[in-house]
C-alpha cells in the first residue's frame, strides 16, 4: 500500500458570512481539510507565545480543538472525498472550552 499525499491552497475574499472554495483535479481518496482567516494578509496562522490561534480558524469535520486535545489528528479531521463533494466548515476565533 503507498502512502502519498496531495496539497492544494488557495486564497479567497471573504465576503458576508461565508465562502466556497473549489479544488478541482483532487483524485478520489481521503482527505482533510485546513481553514485560515488570515487577518492580517501575511498568508500564515499567527500564533500567541503559547502557540494559541490568534486568527480565526476552522478545521474540516469541526473537530473539538482546545489546550487538552491539541492540534486535531488526521484521522479526526479527514472524509471520503468523491467526484463532487462539499463540506461545511465552521471559523473558530478561540479554542474550545
Same mark, same amino acid.
Given at each position: 500500500m503507498s502512502n502519498s499525499s496531495e496539497v492544494q491552497n488557495g486564497c479567497t475574499k471573504i465576503n458576508g458570512t461565508s465562502v466556497k472554495k473549489v479544488f478541482s483535479g483532487l483524485k478520489p481518496g481521503t482527505y482533510a481539510v485546513a481553514v485560515v482567516d488570515d487577518q492580517n494578509g501575511d498568508r500564515k496562522l499567527n500564533k500567541d507565545?503559547?502557540?494559541i490561534p490568534k486568527e480565526g480558524f476552522g478545521i474540516s469535520k469541526n473537530p473539538t480543538v482546545s489546550v487538552q486535545t491539541?492540534?486535531?489528528?488526521?484521522? /479526526?479531521? +479527514?472524509? %471520503?472525498?468523491?467526484?463532487?463533494?462539499?463540506? /461545511?466548515? +465552521?471559523? %473558530?476565533y478561540s479554542l474550545d472550552p
Open positions: 507565545f503559547f502557540g491539541g492540534t486535531p489528528k488526521f484521522r /479526526n479531521s +479527514s472524509f %471520503k472525498m468523491t467526484k463532487n463533494t462539499t463540506i /461545511n466548515i +465552521s471559523l %473558530k
